[in-house]
């Protein structure tokens, strides 16, 4: 069976082997930091440090202001240049020119003001050739994190083209793998598959907000500053729900509350950090996050060896995990072990996507037919009960013939030894056979007679005798 069209496959291949668009790096940045206001008159006075890489900024020091000062190289052409910095989280973006000993402000961005004229999402500022060093001015809210772009109009053109065109198939590929499994719960009425369309929601919207794709739809700073919480907790609790579903082991039947209280402590951090502004609390909780992620692989792993489906989790779950792991929490802790990048974080996730729908239908598939085997187990276990129940009727049926030919009882008299050695009353012999009391005294009393009997317990003895 063919579960996507050769087209959807090209695509898809074609999506996880190309490179992301690369940043025209003839250009120097050097930076300043200082826990208190930077005097901005004494430009000359202070001390810039070199930046060859954004990962150079002191980790998770964002207390205070950075100055940027980015030096264009003499022999560069004199048309004009946008310059796009990659941080969703920098809420005022400020570029400045040199003017004598102090900075003279050109122009403000950020998420505290419009992006109608950002086509990336990001802060975006036009320069002119004619300058050769800008200033940029800003604070670190998360992250610490100097990511520039710096290209002429006509390349930029070109790459916003491109990098839309590769946003478009990663977002289309997402969105028809999130119907498909839409529409398998719809049809199988498993919750692995919803379980897995929110994991996979909450996933591509994590990295749309990364991507800076959600400054378009989301209002004000302060959501933009803080749309990751609720995504990244949204991310936890479906892949949990999912895994456990997906996984149902009894080791992870025993864990569940402590999953639940993991999750619980995820939503706290996140809650404070919200409250007291407090950076280490939402780290806290982005660490505890991937924590809970990584005990559901290790749980698929555990299984490798039993069933298939489980190999496809620890692949295709793992896929996604190893480069979400270095692209949300190393790099934070200053880590930068796989230096993932956006391209990358997005090529794990279609992985992820294929895999595990794979996996899920066929495990779906395992599961019906064992279901089907035990329905056929089940069948032949009722009708073994139906025919020993038929065989026992019988042999009943056989024994009063017997004894109603040894003693010459009537039809009716069978009837009622028939309730008597069942253990009935004559009121309720009465009930059954549709006849008075006294009727049925009258014919047990005949009974008696013609069996050499006296009482109930000696007819039992009479049928057990033959």
Request: net charge positive.
């Amino acid at each position: 069976m063919t579960l996507l069209p050769k087209s959807t496959l090209l695509s898809i291949l074609f999506l996880l082997i190309t490179i992301s668009c690369h940043a025209n790096k003839s250009y120097s940045i050097t930076y300043h930091h200082s826990n208190r206001n930077i005097d901005l008159k004494k430009v000359n006075l202070l001390n810039f440090q070199p930046l060859s890489n954004p990962h150079q900024l002191p980790v998770m020091d964002n207390n205070g202001p950075y100055l940027f000062k980015i030096s264009m190289p003499d022999k560069s052409s004199t048309e004009d240049c946008i310059l796009l910095i990659e941080n969703e989280h920098l809420d005022t973006v400020e570029l400045y020119k040199k003017q004598a000993d102090s900075l003279v402000l050109l122009a403000v961005k950020g998420n505290s003001f419009s992006h109608d004229d950002s086509r990336s999402g990001f802060p975006e500022f036009r320069l002119s050739g004619n300058l050769k060093e800008y200033y940029i001015k800003t604070t670190f809210k998360k992250d610490v994190s100097f990511t520039v772009q710096i290209n002429t109009l006509a390349a930029v053109d070109k790459m916003i083209i491109k990098v839309f065109f590769l946003l478009g198939l990663y977002y289309g590929i997402s969105l028809m793998f999130f119907f498909l499994n839409l529409c398998l719960f719809i049809y199988l009425r498993d919750k692995s598959f919803i379980y897995y369309c929110a994991f996979q929601l909450f996933i591509v919207l994590s990295i749309a907000y990364a991507d800076g794709l959600l400054t378009f739809i989301t209002p004000g700073p302060w959501m933009l500053n803080h749309a990751d919480i609720p995504l990244h907790l949204g991310m936890a609790i479906s892949g949990s729900l999912f895994a456990h579903t997906f996984l149902t082991t009894t080791y992870l039947h025993k864990k569940i509350w402590i999953v639940a209280g993991i999750l619980t402590l995820i939503l706290i951090s996140f809650t404070l950090s919200i409250i007291f502004n407090n950076y280490f609390l939402f780290l806290t909780g982005e660490l505890v996050t991937f924590i809970v992620l990584c005990f559901y692989w290790v749980a698929g792993l555990l299984q490798f060896k039993v069933n298939i489906y489980s190999r496809f989790f620890v692949i295709g779950y793992g896929a996604f995990l190893i480069f979400a792991i270095d692209y949300f929490i190393l790099r934070k802790f200053g880590i930068f072990y796989l230096d993932v990048y956006s391209g990358q974080i997005k090529t794990g996730s279609i992985i992820e996507m294929l895999v595990l729908t794979i996996a899920i239908i066929f495990r779906i598939k395992t599961l019906r037919e064992e279901n089907l085997h035990y329905r056929l187990e089940i069948d032949q276990y009722m009708r073994r009960v139906f025919q020993l129940q038929t065989e026992a009727t019988e042999t009943i049926n056989d024994l009063f013939r017997k004894v109603q030919l040894k003693y010459k009882l009537s039809d009716r008299e069978i009837e009622v030894l028939h309730g008597i050695t069942d253990g009935l009353t004559n009121n309720q012999i009465a009930d059954k056979i549709f006849l008075s009391t006294s009727t049925i005294k009258f014919h047990t009393r005949n009974i008696f007679e013609k069996m050499e009997i006296t009482n109930r317990t000696q007819a039992l003895g009479r049928l057990h005798e033959h």
